[in-house]
């Protein structure tokens, strides 16, 4: 959550009687987290948005179930060779990796979404490594392209409508509350001046005003099943809101790096956090600047956690075989680092090209059938140095 938004009309004072006009009494919502002890937003509807009949689900598809177990090994997918899903956003997703609180995929979609959906489960981030779009709710538009992080909070019905063009996003399913980790932020809730971005950096949906597409239908997952239903009106008929738990996009190069004397852990690139996972951004940056350092990541065991990469672009110094698109998974229990030789060539250079997305998974990712089949079988072999 970022902080608190105020977009149209608006009551003074919030639980009270409000009217559009003398004869038409509007229907407050709230969207609220931890119950009703956390962060909320309260928007104000001309219709009851809670008024659905249950339908048949037409659109989406439950979460899969990972593949048979395999070996510990460090793994390597080619999502470069997934075919383009097609259809709309809702039907374009290819889950890859599952886990209690992150579900990985992609989604590649040629074609707008013709349903609303809400994600009953968790809250939705999406990367938009290629490509991008609008995503329309009810508290209004927000536009976004490639490079972009893009939230969805939990429960939020919406649609989005791709731009013309290929189409690749990075997906992540978060069953847990997504935040800005709580060392960027000050003791009111302020990011801090020393934080790698600011307020400024974050775009927030822009509300556009009451407004009927014609649709009705709605596909809610819960459960990591899909579930139908069908709205009396339009759920867009919102005439104002307030409150700091809306979608926002943030361009991945609005991240501001940091070098030290030595390298820096993981730790200092962190984007996003939810329970049990930590979102990186690795950006163009400047390297260690000790006479003596050593740029590339040193090897490590780290035993608590899954570590998964989305290379976006640029020169993956500590890794060789991989390209735009390619999802690394190094699961805890082995230990993991640079590839035969990158180690050693990394002594004396300054500055780095690479962008990609890292996430530090505390419990364990599995691979479903869809990984399996544009998965990389030399890769674990790779770090034998021949």
Not at 19 to 42: H, K, Q, S
Not at 71 to 77: G, M, S, T
Not at 207 to 213: A, C, F
Request: proline share 11%.
């Amino acid at each position: 959550m970022l902080d608190r938004v105020v977009q149209g009309a608006v009551p003074r004072k919030h639980h009270i009687a409000f009217r559009e006009v003398p004869d038409r009494l509007l229907y407050e919502e709230a969207y609220t987290r931890n119950g009703f002890d956390g962060p909320y937003t309260l928007a104000y509807h001309r219709g009851r948005p809670h008024a659905l009949r249950a339908a048949p689900a037409r659109h989406g598809a439950p979460l899969p179930a990972p593949a048979p177990a395999r070996p510990l090994a460090k793994r390597h997918y080619r999502t470069q060779d997934l075919p383009a899903a097609g259809g709309p956003p809702i039907d374009a997703r290819r889950r890859l990796l599952v886990g209690p609180d992150v579900t990985i995929g992609m989604i590649t979609p040629d074609a707008e979404d013709p349903v609303y959906f809400a994600d009953g489960d968790g809250d939705e981030l999406l990367f938009a490594f290629q490509g991008g779009g609008l995503l329309r709710c009810p508290l209004g538009d927000l536009r976004f392209g490639a490079g972009d992080y893009v939230f969805v909070p939990r429960g939020l019905l919406h649609r989005i409508l791709p731009d013309p063009g290929p189409q690749r996003w990075l997906s992540l399913e978060l069953p847990g509350a997504l935040r800005l980790p709580s060392q960027w932020r000050n003791e009111t809730g302020q990011l801090r001046m020393d934080a790698p971005y600011s307020h400024r950096d974050f775009r927030r949906v822009v509300w556009v005003g009451p407004q009927d597409e014609g649709i009705r239908e709605l596909v809610v997952k819960r459960g990591g099943a899909v579930h139908g239903f069908v709205h009396a009106s339009s759920p867009l008929d919102v005439v104002g809101w307030d409150g700091s738990l809306y979608p926002f996009a943030f361009p991945i190069l609005d991240f501001q790096p940091r070098a030290g004397l030595v390298h820096l852990p993981p730790t200092w690139h962190g984007t996003f956090a939810a329970p049990g996972v930590l979102i990186c951004s690795f950006v163009p940056r400047m390297l260690d600047f000790h006479p003596e350092a050593i740029p590339c990541p040193y090897p490590h065991a780290s035993v608590d956690v899954d570590e998964v990469i989305f290379y976006v672009r640029g020169e993956f110094t500590s890794r060789r075989g991989v390209g735009p698109g390619s999802i690394s998974h190094h699961p805890a229990g082995t230990p993991h680092g640079p590839h035969p030789g990158a180690y050693e060539a990394s002594i004396g250079v300054k500055s780095t090209s690479e962008l990609a997305v890292m996430l530090d998974c505390h419990k364990p990712l599995a691979a479903t059938e869809q990984a399996v089949a544009i998965e990389d079988p030399g890769y674990q072999d790779s770090f034998v140095e021949t």
